[in-house]
């Protein structure tokens, strides 16, 4: 491991390796004078250290980044994207949410998707924290991201990571057991390393802003609560009037409302996981 900035109060360690990636890879993406951008996502389970970590490459790659642009819902992420100067670097940070807020990441996944153009002409670093990279859709872990570094802990120890290219990030993506268990150990990684415990942004503010994110909780999208209240409309049918998916499918055709059984199910499975949660 090399130390960042030796001669400064900022002093953190970092795997050479990685330090070399970012160099000759992450950097030079970001410093070309054509529309790029490079969005990396970090993972792993609670309390494995992923912000820490993720800040700590966030301020390696521009010494600007700061607290203003750490987001905790997709708002704070739009308005940030379209906020930032060129070269600069985002955060979203999902990860105190756990597993919970697929609303939020719904939200995320079309904005890497839908703001491209705006991340591309700066030339942004996007970091996404979360939970699993399993939780994105398709096209974007696919093609919109460029790297994943996994965290995981060995023998309870902390500070341990994996890096997956691109290659190896669709091999894991797409492989059907991995997605099924949420399992990395199928695809060899590219490298691994260690990092160690250094806030580079003030710890307490960070801690203070989660906290109230927390509090206040995602708040839904108008689009969000008109389909909640669609989804709530059609568990009713079914439990009430309907007790066949096919059936409730096709009476909605009639109505104009085109969903399969299929979709309807899913449906169904989703409002009965949340009753059996909530008991």
């Not at 965290?151 to 500070?159: P, S």
């Not at 990030?169 to 059907?176: C, F, S, T, V």
Request: net charge positive; aromatic share 12%.
């Amino acid at each position: 491991m090399v130390i960042v900035n030796p001669v400064s109060r900022m002093s953190y360690y970092m795997d050479e390796r990685l330090r070399r990636n970012i160099d000759n890879t992450i950097i030079p993406a970001l410093s070309k004078s054509k529309d790029e951008d490079y969005v990396i996502v970090i993972d792993g389970k609670e309390r494995t250290g992923k912000s820490t970590f993720g800040f700590q490459i966030s301020k390696y790659i521009d010494p600007s980044f700061n607290l203003n642009r750490v987001c905790f819902n997709p708002d704070e992420f739009r308005h940030a994207i379209i906020n930032a100067d060129s070269r600069q670097v985002v955060v979203y940070d999902e990860a105190y949410r756990g597993l919970g807020s697929t609303s939020a990441l719904s939200e995320v996944n079309k904005i890497l998707k839908g703001m491209m153009m705006e991340m591309g002409q700066k030339n942004l670093c996007v970091i996404v924290i979360l939970p699993t990279f399993y939780l994105l859709e398709k096209y974007v872990a696919l093609w919109r991201a460029r790297c994943l570094i996994h965290l995981y802990r060995k023998k309870k120890a902390k500070g341990f990571w994996r890096l997956y290219n691109s290659r190896k990030k669709q091999e894991l993506y797409l492989n059907p057991l991995g997605k099924r268990n949420y399992s990395y150990n199928h695809v060899k990684t590219n490298f691994r390393g260690k990092f160690t415990k250094y806030y580079t942004i003030d710890e307490q503010e960070y801690r203070l802003k989660k906290d109230k994110a927390f509090k206040e909780g995602y708040k839904r999208t108008k689009p969000e609560n008109y389909m909640e209240q669609r989804n709530k409309i059609i568990y009713f049918l079914y439990k009430n009037h309907y007790k066949s998916l096919r059936t409730l499918s096709n009476e909605l055709k009639l109505m104009g409302v085109q969903l399969n059984f299929k979709a309807i199910g899913d449906i169904i499975d989703k409002f009965e996981e949340t009753s059996l949660k909530s008991v």
